[in-house]
């Protein structure tokens, strides 16, 4: 029951374009264990610094 | 069985083409319309969308994707492919596909509809899924890098400034419909202006005092917009609130404006962002509600198949049907916008490479199925009150007695008493010529939910469709003005390095600043044009769209024939084709056509001659010419650019077909999925 509110719940916040942050932690403790980890805060005003600047990501 | 299953979808599909093709007189059920789409969608989706995904690239799940390969917990992460699809399908869709087919239904219901159906299924959804298949072999790189690696520095030069100037159009003539839709409308205003601080409010919510908690934060949002909507029917009828929200088109522009600059160089986390998450879960929601409501109620569609507008006398936007009801319809069909999403955003998060084919391409039949309903939305109308709504006030005579004589000179009724009425009924003072398609896809979409929830309702939910409307007009606006503003310092940088840092400060201002301006000054032209702006503004935005979609099909040309598959190049070079034969057309009339209503240089002519009768002042008239000249080169320019893309990208072709040039592509080599045995 909590695992499928967990996907629900990471699906919704992917479908808006939002990063999932238990993701990110995921990724780090598998492939760069030895570096520092953002904190939510960061990681999430990092993320959106990021995605606006790339290029459009709402068309017409 | 299954091959029955196919022959029944074609055979359904083809009777509902030929129940729409050929009744006359008595009014046909939206059913449909729906009917014919949906059949065709799914033909093109089972049949085409695989040919392209096996024979022309090929898709093997065995191959890592970007997000694989890549992965980087931030931009690069794999998703499952229906979310993707949602995400998809959220970044692609805007008020371009609602807009277009309400202001294309000029003509009828019928040639829009051919084309957004057909349109997509064999050039809008191609292009889309194509340039995804590209992104994702080269390891998610952009349209523009593309262009530079596989056809050269210039075309992707071109490409750029191509993109950079048809995002300064499509915000104008985006902002323009906003306007429209907003001026004299204090509900509407207050509602709009509300989500401001509610956006303000979620920002701090999910990245300072909850970070991470963004669903709590568009929980909030959503309520506080639904209480914002009511709020605003109580704004409008108190007589000291009302006419602060009350306001002209000019003054709203100018607001506009300022809001643009300042959602530009505020941190994204403040406002940007917290709007971008409550506009798509409006968005996918009420398009959801929006199919259940056509469904539900099945309305029959009152205007006619074809008006006389065919012949070009059109009085919302001058044209013949070939080539502008092509240039109109814009997003709905194929829109080149797209393809920036598509080699974007999206090719980071695929998981699997046979899952392109149901976002790119089947992400695009969505956003297809979205017009057709808008062109649903426009054709349950009265032909009467449609024309009334979206006829600029001028065409119409100025006031709702000369309004009403006007329209029955062409052939359909509606009495003044019968436009107050529905005026009043959505709770607004006057629909008459509110030019831009929001208003009357709003009284259009009140009209099918409240035949299924009451008529009672019909105020809110015309405010609801205006908001939702609005809302991701402004999110467009916002996340484009920053998009030009990045562009803008990135192409300044290449001249003096320091105006490319994006994190200076005064660099930042002075960017910010020049988009806004830009798209400003068409803005402002829009809404003090006499013929409505929309006239002149909204082919400019068609124009540019679909000629970005040439540049686009292009580059995938280029792709498909660079790896070997030149027998399948006619994929990609018959839109191509098709595309520029309406466009190059369509550019060159807004340019020379004799005729001043549809010709920027004859409309300046004629403007002179005013002048000399003494019809005009002169500050007017000037101002009015150097517009009519702008626009003209603006036009000339877009096509200068892709007539270059597309020269160069012909001799790359030539040269790759006639073994002068190694047929070598820069896709990144196969790599062996671990998630795929």
Redesign the interface.
Known sequence: MRMLWRQIRSALVRLSGMPDYERYLLHCRAHHPELPVLSESEFFREYLETRSSGGPTRCC | MRTLLWVIIGVVGAVAWGVLALHRGETVSAAWLLLAAIGTYLIGYRFYSRFIADKVFELDDRRATPAERL?????F?P??KW??F??HF???????PLVGPVLAAQFGYLPGTLWIVFGVVLAGAVQDFTILCGSIRRDGK?LGQMAKEEIGPVTGLAAMVAVLSI?II?LAV?GLVVVNALKGSPWGLFTIACTIPIAILMGFW???WR??K??EA?AIGVALLLLALVGGRYVSQNPSLAPLFTHSGLTLAYLLIGYGFLASAL???ML??PR??LS??MK?GTIVLLALGILVVLPPLKLPALTRFVDGTGPIFAGKLFPFAFITI??GAI?G??A??SS??TPKMLRREGDARLIGYGGMLMESFVAVMAMCAAAVLDPGVYFAINVPLAGLGGNAASAAETIRSWGFSVTPEQMSGLAASVGETTLLGRSGGAPSLAVGMAQIFSGATGQHLAALWYHFAIMFEAL?IL??ID??T??GR?MLQELAGHAWSPLGR?SWYPSTILASGLVVAAWGYFLVQGVTDPLGGINSLWPL?GIS?QLLAGVALSVATTLIIKSGKARYAWVTVAPLVWLLAVTLSAGYLKIFSPLPRLGFLAHAADTALQVQNGALDPATAARLIFNDRLNATVAAGFMIVVVLVVASSLREWVLVLRGRKPALTRETPFIQSAWVS
């Open positions: 992965e980087n917990g931030r931009d992460v998703i499952p979310v993707l949602g995400h959220a970044a692609i869709a805007g008020a371009g952009s995002m499509l985006l999910m990245t300072i970070p991470g963004t669903l568009s941190p994204v986390w940007l962002c971008d998450y798509t879960f996918v814009a997003c829109s916008f797209h920036l999403i974007g955003t991701f999110t467009t996340a484009g920053r998009v990045f994006t935005f769209n």
